[in-house]
Every structure is written in structure tokens, then in C-alpha cells.
């Protein structure tokens, strides 16, 4: 998800509850990121004018952090997802972590990167054309890394997404 232009963080991590409009506002948007200011005033009962405002103040409180497109990865020759878990060895952990995550997203077979707490330090969502792009990417990207001390791969048959969450940073 890509920021919105302009957009500010939020100055804490409280910020001003959202009353029923906003919660309405944000959750038309999350089912609809298309949708128009007219048809966001329509459904929500009020002027164009009040929806604009009150998305602008979402976007400026940094509650709507960003929009995006959904795209189909297999109409872009990536047909196969899988999630792979990293555990990374334990020496120098802060710097393996940081260069890890650092190299990790700039690889375009990454969609999302997670940093854990738990038995994984890192579990990547990638999509890849086949099993040996799958299998290139585990042995050239991860362990080849000489801080991965292993990993574990599941290929993702199917999955339903209810939102889009952003990054915690």
C-alpha cells in the first residue's frame, strides 16, 4: 500500500476516537477504494462537501494511510504464493535483522514481510511462476544469506483477505 501524497503521520498512537460516520466512512472505502466522493455522500447520507472533509481529516490523522490496486499475480506470470517462515542465527541478531528485512523487500517475488515474535523472526509472502522459481528463490534469496539459519515453506492454495493493514512504522 502506498502512502497518500501529503499525508502526516499521526502524532500518537491515540489519536481522536472515530465517531459512527468515520467508522462508516473507512469501512465503505476498505470494501471500495474506488469509490467516488459522490457515492461515499450518498451512502452515508450527507453532503459531498461533509464527505470530503471527513475523508481529508481521515487521511490527515493518518487513520486512512494509503490506496491501492489488488492485483491478480497470476495474470503477471506469478501464479504460485507460498509463505515461507526465516529463523535467523543468533549472532549479531540486530544487524542480521536489519540487513535481512532491507534486502528481503527490495526483491520484486515479495508481496508482504512480516517481522515476528515467536519461532520465525520473519515470514515472507512471495509469488513466483512456478516450483522451481519457488525453489530458486528459497536457495539464492534465503539461504544463501549466511544470517538465515532456516526456513520453512508453505505453498498457499487459497486465501481470502478482509483488509488491508498498514505497516506499523
Not at 139 to 159: G, I
Amino acid at each position: 500500500m502506498s502512502p497518500v501524497s501529503g499525508a502526516s503521520a499521526p502524532n500518537s498512537i491515540q489519536s481522536a476516537p472515530l465517531d459512527a460516520l468515520d467508522t462508516t466512512l473507512v469501512r465503505l472505502l476498505m470494501a471500495d477504494g474506488r469509490m467516488t466522493n459522490a457515492e461515499l455522500a450518498a451512502r452515508l447520507g450527507v453532503a459531498p462537501s461533509t464527505a470530503h472533509a471527513r475523508l481529508r481529516s481521515l487521511v490527515d490523522r493518518g487513520v486512512i494511510t494509503g490506496f491501492h490496486a489488488s492485483v491478480d499475480e497470476r495474470m503477471l506470470g506469478a501464479g504460485l504464493q507460498a509463505v515461507i517462515g526465516v529463523s535467523l542465527r543468533p549472532s549479531a541478531r540486530r544487524e542480521s535483522i536489519v540487513e535481512f528485512e532491507k534486502r528481503v523487500r527490495a526483491l520484486p517475488q515479495v508481496i508482504q514481510v512480516f517481522f515476528l515474535g515467536g519461532d520465525d523472526d520473519f515470514l515472507l509472502h512471495v509469488a513466483v511462476a512456478d516450483s522451481t522459481q519457488l525453489r530458486e528463490f528459497v536457495l539464492e534469496h534465503l539461504s544463501a544469506q549466511s544470517s538465515v539459519a532456516s526456513t520453512r515453506t508453505s505453498v498457499v492454495f487459497d486465501y481470502h483477505r478482509n483488509a488491508v493493514a498498514a505497516s506499523f512504522l
